[in-house]
C-alpha cells in the first residue's frame, strides 16, 4: 500500500476507525455464521429429500409388477409418495441394459437426464443417492437407482430410478436466505448505532484528557489529567503517567524561573557591588583632574581611598571567580584542594584568636559541640580554604552580633562526623532568613553590614558552604528570633 492509499484511512477520527473496524469484524462473523447455518440447513433439507426418495424407490423396487399408471394400478407408490411428500416424482422403471423400459410416473415439467444406468452402474452406485440435471432449464433432482428382483426369483430384471425434484428445497433456501441477509442488516445497522453511541462513550476519557492536553499547551501547567479509571487499567496507567510528566515539567519550569530570577538578582547584584568602588574610584580621579586635590595629603588621603576601593573591587571578583570556580565542577574543584591531615582545634584555636583581636570585649568560649570541653576533630582537608570557611563566619558573627555579644566556639565530632560550631547569641535569625543565609549577596541586616564591614557582597556564607560541601561536608544552621544562631560545620572524620 502506498502512501496515499494510506492517506484516507489517517483522516479518520479515532472513533470512526474503531467502529469501522468492529462493523467489519461483526460483517465477518454475521456472514460466516449465516452460510455456515444455511449450508447445514440446506444438506439437511437434501438428506431429508434422499431419505423420502429412497423409501419411494425401496417401495417400488418391491412391487412384482410395475403398473401403467400409478394413481390407479398401484396405491402402494401413490400412498408412499404421498406419505413421504414428494409433490414432484419422476419413476421410471430400466432394463438390465440400462434403456427405459416404462415411465410410471412422469414429471410435472422436464424430466431429469439420467446417465447409463445399467445393472453394472446400478450396483456400483448402491443405492446412494445422486444429483441430476433436468434435460431443459436448471431444475436439480436428486435421484436413486435401485435394482428390481422378479417375483418367482432373485434374479434382476432391471432397475427402477426413483428421482424428486429439488426445487422445493431451492427455493426455501433462496427465500430463507434473502430474510436472513436483511435480518443481518437490520442486525448490523442497530449495532452500528448502538456501537456509535458506545465507542463515543467509551472515548470520552480520550476527550477530556484532549481538553486537558490542550489547556496545558496554551501554557496552564497546573492543569492535570482526571483518574477517569482505575490506576491498574490502560486508561488509569496514562493518566499517572501524563500526571507524573506534568509534574517534572511544571517542577523543572519553576526551577528555570527561579534559576533565571537568582541569575539576574545575582547579576543586579554584582554589578551594584562593581559599581559602588568604581564610583569612588572614578569620583577621585575626576577630582584630582579638575584641580580639587592642591595639597599633597589631598592626593595621599585620595590614593588611600582609591587603594582600599581597588582591594575591595579585588576581592570581589577573587571570590566571584572561586564561587564560579566551586559551581563549575564540585569534582573537580575538590581535585584542585590541597587535602591533608588536619584536626579541626586548630581552626577553632585561629577563629578564637581572630574573634578576640577584632572585638577585644566579646566573650569568646572554646568547647565541644553543644558544650562540655573540645575534642580532636581529626579531617583531610586543605588548611588555607577550610581557615577561608572560619574567617567567613568569624566576620559574619562579628557584622550581624551587636558588640560584646558571646560567642562559643564549638570543635569535637558527633555522629561519625568532625564537627566545627559557631553559636552567638545574637538577634537570630526568622526561618526564611535562614533558608536564605547560603544565598549570594543576600544579607539580612544590609545597613549594619555595610557600616560594621565596610561593605560586605554577601558572598562570605555562600563561600563557606561551597568550600565544605567541596570537601564533601556540609554546613547546617540552628537559628530563631532571639536564640542566636548557631553555624555548624560537619567533615567526614579521617583516622
Same mark, same amino acid.
Given at each position: 500500500m502506498n502512501g496515499a492509499d494510506a492517506r484516507p484511512s489517517r483522516g479518520l477520527s479515532l472513533r470512526s476507525r474503531l467502529l469501522a473496524i468492529t462493523l467489519a469484524l461483526l460483517v465477518a462473523a454475521l456472514l460466516a455464521s449465516t452460510g455456515l447455518v444455511i449450508d447445514q440447513l440446506q444438506r439437511e433439507l437434501v438428506r431429508q429429500l434422499d431419505e423420502r426418495v429412497k423409501g419411494v424407490a425401496a417401495v417400488t423396487a418391491r412391487l412384482p409388477d410395475l403398473p401403467a399408471v400409478v394413481s390407479k394400478d398401484a396405491p402402494q407408490?401413490?400412498?408412499?409418495?404421498?406419505?413421504?411428500?414428494?409433490?414432484?416424482?419422476?419413476?421410471?422403471?430400466?432394463?438390465?441394459?440400462?434403456?427405459?423400459?416404462?415411465?410410471?410416473?412422469?414429471?410435472?415439467?422436464?424430466?431429469?437426464?439420467?446417465?447409463?444406468?445399467?445393472?453394472?452402474?446400478?450396483?456400483?452406485?448402491?443405492?446412494?443417492?445422486?444429483?441430476?440435471?433436468?434435460?431443459?432449464?436448471?431444475?436439480?433432482?436428486?435421484?436413486?437407482?435401485?435394482?428390481?428382483?422378479?417375483?418367482?426369483?432373485?434374479?434382476?430384471?432391471?432397475?427402477?430410478?426413483?428421482?424428486?425434484?429439488?426445487?422445493?428445497?431451492?427455493?426455501?433456501?433462496?427465500?430463507?436466505?434473502?430474510?436472513?441477509?436483511?435480518?443481518?442488516?437490520?442486525?448490523l445497522g442497530l449495532l452500528g448505532l448502538a456501537g456509535w453511541f458506545a465507542v463515543r462513550g467509551g472515548l470520552r476519557p480520550l476527550r477530556r484528557i484532549e481538553t486537558t492536553a490542550a489547556a496545558i499547551a496554551s501554557g496552564d501547567l497546573s492543569r492535570r489529567v482526571p483518574q477517569l479509571a482505575a490506576p491498574r487499567t490502560e486508561l488509569g496507567r496514562l493518566s499517572t503517567s501524563l500526571n507524573g510528566m506534568l509534574d517534572r515539567i511544571e517542577a523543572g519550569n519553576a526551577a528555570r524561573a527561579e534559576t533565571e530570577q537568582r541569575m539576574r538578582r545575582f547579576i543586579a547584584d554584582v554589578s551594584h557591588e562593581l559599581r559602588t568602588p568604581l564610583a569612588g574610584i572614578k569620583g577621585f580621579t575626576e577630582l584630582y583632574r579638575m584641580g580639587g586635590m592642591p595639597d599633597r595629603s589631598d592626593v595621599d588621603t585620595s590614593m588611600n581611598r582609591i587603594e582600599r576601593e581597588a582591594g575591595r573591587l579585588v576581592g570581589l571578583?577573587?571570590?566571584?571567580?572561586?564561587?564560579?570556580?566551586?559551581?563549575?565542577?564540585?569534582?573537580?574543584?575538590?581535585?584542585?584542594?590541597?587535602?591533608?591531615?588536619?584536626?579541626?582545634?586548630?581552626?577553632?584555636?585561629?577563629?578564637?584568636?581572630?574573634?578576640?583581636?577584632?572585638?577585644?570585649?566579646?566573650?569568646?568560649?572554646?568547647?565541644?559541640?553543644?558544650?562540655?570541653?573540645?575534642?580532636?576533630?581529626?579531617?583531610?582537608?586543605?588548611?588555607?580554604?577550610?581557615?577561608?570557611?572560619?574567617?567567613?563566619?568569624?566576620?559574619?558573627?562579628?557584622?550581624?552580633?551587636? !558588640?560584646?555579644?558571646?560567642? #562559643? *566556639? %564549638?570543635? +569535637?565530632?558527633?555522629? $561519625? &562526623? =568532625?564537627?566545627?560550631?559557631?553559636?552567638?547569641?545574637?538577634?537570630?535569625?526568622?526561618?526564611?532568613?535562614?533558608?536564605?543565609?547560603?544565598?549570594?549577596?543576600?544579607?539580612?541586616?544590609? !545597613?549594619?553590614?555595610?557600616? #560594621? *564591614? %565596610?561593605? +560586605?557582597?554577601?558572598? $562570605? &556564607? =555562600?563561600?563557606?558552604?561551597?568550600?565544605?560541601?567541596?570537601?564533601?561536608?556540609?554546613?547546617?544552621?540552628?537559628?530563631?528570633?532571639?536564640?542566636?544562631?548557631?553555624?555548624?560545620?560537619?567533615?567526614?572524620?579521617?583516622?
Open positions: 407408490v401413490r400412498e408412499s409418495v404421498e406419505q413421504l411428500w414428494l409433490p414432484d416424482v419422476y419413476v421410471t422403471a430400466l432394463g438390465p441394459d440400462g434403456q427405459v423400459t416404462q415411465v410410471v410416473r412422469q414429471a410435472t415439467g422436464p424430466a431429469p437426464q439420467l446417465p447409463v444406468l445399467d445393472a453394472a452402474a446400478v450396483a456400483k452406485r448402491d443405492g446412494k443417492p445422486f444429483s441430476a440435471e433436468a434435460a431443459s432449464g436448471g431444475e436439480t433432482w436428486r435421484a436413486v437407482a435401485v435394482p428390481r428382483a422378479s417375483g418367482e426369483s432373485d434374479a434382476s430384471t432391471g432397475s427402477v430410478v426413483v428421482a424428486g425434484s429439488r426445487s422445493d428445497v431451492d427455493d426455501a433456501m433462496s427465500q430463507l436466505t434473502k430474510k436472513v441477509l436483511l435480518i443481518d442488516a437490520a442486525v571578583v577573587e571570590e566571584l571567580l572561586l564561587l564560579a570556580r566551586l559551581d563549575e565542577d564540585a569534582a573537580a574543584a575538590a581535585q584542585t584542594l590541597q587535602l591533608t591531615p588536619m584536626d579541626l582545634r586548630t581552626l577553632a584555636a585561629d577563629a578564637l584568636h581572630d574573634l578576640r583581636a577584632l572585638d577585644p570585649q566579646r566573650p569568646v568560649a572554646l568547647t565541644g559541640p553543644g558544650g562540655g570541653p573540645p575534642a580532636a576533630a581529626p579531617v583531610l582537608g586543605d588548611e588555607a580554604r577550610l581557615h577561608q570557611v572560619t574567617s567567613n563566619l568569624v566576620g559574619n558573627a562579628i557584622a550581624h552580633t551587636p !558588640a560584646g555579644t558571646p560567642v #562559643r *566556639i %564549638g570543635v +569535637g565530632t558527633r555522629s $561519625g &562526623l =568532625a564537627v566545627l560550631e559557631f553559636h552567638d547569641a545574637g538577634p537570630g535569625m526568622t526561618a526564611d532568613q535562614a533558608r536564605r543565609a547560603f544565598d549570594r549577596f543576600y544579607r539580612a541586616d544590609k !545597613a549594619r553590614a555595610r557600616a #560594621r *564591614i %565596610g561593605g +560586605g557582597a554577601g558572598l $562570605g &556564607l =555562600a563561600i563557606a558552604d561551597s568550600l565544605v560541601r567541596a570537601h564533601g561536608g556540609r554546613v547546617e544552621i540552628e537559628t530563631a528570633p532571639g536564640s542566636g544562631a548557631n553555624f555548624r560545620v560537619l567533615l567526614p572524620l579521617h583516622s
